[in-house]
């Protein structure tokens, strides 16, 4: 049972305003994921973690969107001005490396 | 990077039926496959893995067939309850940091 808790379960944000969401992963788990999917279920990898450090990004999230795992705080992932097509499930999900991801239930943000 | 498909993208069976998913991979390098669940509202679930030094798995109704030549897997999932409907997605790794996922397939199983 995954024990991979995020907040909040539902985001609403206009365009423009900043979106915030935050994760704590498993306990023992070095690698931290987050990802989006869309409304046809379609993962988009948006940036990892492994111990704080980010290991890979996709070029969106160097832009809008900025991600933290501090040590003994939650990660965080903000978009900094929220698009209509950021509307997405954001999942969270975290590692103990080479095995299986353990997912949170996710934040769903709308953006109006 | 890493293509990975899955076929079909839907499937409706009545209860009881066996089903296959299957899943094609292009990254040689992929060593690990774990399968996930997504039923509606709940978090993706864990549901069977296979490694490419292996060719079959099983767990209880789930059968997890590997062809590393082809690249390609097969999940088999027999005697299908009303609870198997979900969102079912393959995720061939490295082992590593880089995790992917299939285009997922929608199992309706049916009273």
């Known amino acids: 049972n995954s024990k991979v808790i995020q907040t909040p379960r539902y985001l609403v944000k206009g365009q423009g305003q900043k979106a915030k969401m935050r994760c704590i992963p498993e306990k023992g788990h070095p690698v931290v994921f987050w990802y989006q999917q869309n409304k046809n279920n379609e993962f988009k990898f948006l940036i990892n973690?492994?111990?704080?450090?980010?290991?890979?990004q996709i070029d969106m999230t160097e832009k809008r969107f900025s991600a933290e795992c501090p040590s003994n705080s939650p990660c965080s992932l903000e978009i900094q001005s929220s698009e209509a097509g950021d509307s997405a499930l954001y999942l969270c999900?975290?590692?103990?490396?080479?095995?299986?991801?353990?997912f949170g239930k996710g934040t769903r943000l709308t953006v109006v | 990077g890493e293509q990975v498909e899955q076929l079909p993208s839907s499937l409706i069976v009545q209860e009881g039926a066996s089903v296959l998913i299957n899943c094609s991979y292009t990254d040689s390098a992929s060593v690990y496959f774990p399968w996930y669940k997504q039923e509606p509202g709940k978090r993706l679930q864990f549901i069977i893995d296979?490694?490419?030094?292996?060719e079959r798995k099983q767990n209880q109704r789930l059968t997890l067939l590997f062809d590393k030549k082809t690249k390609h897997l097969s999940l088999h999932i027999t005697a299908t309850q009303p609870g198997d409907s979900a969102i079912y997605f393959c995720s061939p790794g490295t082992g590593g940091y880089k995790v992917v996922f299939g285009s997922g397939t929608r199992l309706l199983v049916s009273p």
């Open positions: 296979i490694r490419s030094n292996m």
């Open positions: 999900a975290s590692s103990p490396h080479n095995t299986e991801v353990f």
């Open positions: 973690f492994q111990n704080q450090e980010v290991l890979q």
